[in-house]
């Protein structure tokens, strides 16, 4: 059974910077399309990006674009997120997301498995 588990996540001031990491096991790593989703108390969740097979393919949601990088390390079977100029709104618990067929990039568009998720907290 995969499994997933995120880490990373912490309290960080504004315009600071986090990486997450997310760690499958119990499947072939480099046969998930990998994605990031976020989700804050009486909200729905919400899709931050996604990246393919190969990690060649990365995609962003509007809100992140520019500020995020999404990247894989396959023989590792390790997926990252490296986080920079941080602001309140991407407060949230964030969530790993394993997809056999398609790349995560949507909030509509999601895999059978998810991590326990690691919380971040910015404060402004």
């Known amino acids: 059974q995969v499994q997933l588990v995120e880490s990373g996540g912490g309290l960080v001031q504004a315009g600071g910077s986090l990486t997450l990491s997310c760690v499958l096991s119990g499947g072939t790593f480099n046969t998930y399309c990998m994605g990031w989703f976020r989700q804050v108390p009486g909200k729905e969740r919400e899709w931050v990006a996604g990246?393919?097979?190969?990690?060649?393919?990365?995609y962003y949601a509007e809100a992140v674009r520019g500020r995020f990088t999404i990247s894989r390390d396959n023989p590792g079977k390790t997926l990252y997120l490296q986080m920079m100029s941080l602001n309140s709104e991407d407060t949230g618990v964030y969530y790993c997301n394993a997809d056999e067929w398609e790349v995560q990039r949507s909030s509509r568009t999601y895999g059978l498995f998810w991590g326990q998720g690691t919380p971040v907290t910015v404060s402004s």
């Open positions: 990246i393919n097979w190969s990690g060649r393919e990365a």
